[in-house]
């Protein structure tokens, strides 16, 4: 079992940067994939980053060159960076973990809230 608490979410303008965290347990959070994913009101779940347990990353092309995902081996961690933020990346963002050999994300944060004013 794996429980994620994600934080750093808030009120910002558009144009400012705003940094998320997400804590982890698990005693093999290294080997772990984790992900960033966000849902908009009215809209489905998306994906817009994730890191794998050798560092590589990958993003929605939505948020490519402005949002930066990192993670901290021994800090259990996953961050996402959010610059240049835009009025359309408002949204409850999760974090999630997906397991070595899983297919899919099976432990996900409660979410935390962007809000990006015009």
């Known amino acids: 079992q794996v429980q994620l608490v994600e934080s750093g979410g808030g009120l910002v303008q558009a144009g400012d940067s705003l940094r998320l965290s997400c804590a982890a347990s698990?005693?093999?959070?290294?080997?772990?994939?984790l992900g960033w994913f966000r849902q908009a009101p009215g809209k489905e779940r998306e994906f817009v980053a994730d890191i794998g347990s050798g560092g590589s990353a990958y993003y929605a092309d939505s948020v490519k060159g402005r949002l930066t995902i990192s993670r901290d081996n021994a800090k259990r961690t996953v961050d996402l960076q959010m610059n240049s933020l835009k009025f359309e990346d408002t949204a409850v963002y999760y974090c999630?973990?997906?397991?070595?050999?899983?297919?899919?994300?099976?432990?996900w944060g409660q979410g935390t809230l962007v809000t990006v004013s015009s």
């Open positions: 999630a973990v997906r397991l070595p050999v899983r297919s899919t994300y099976e432990y």
């Open positions: 698990g005693r093999t959070f290294s080997s772990y994939s």
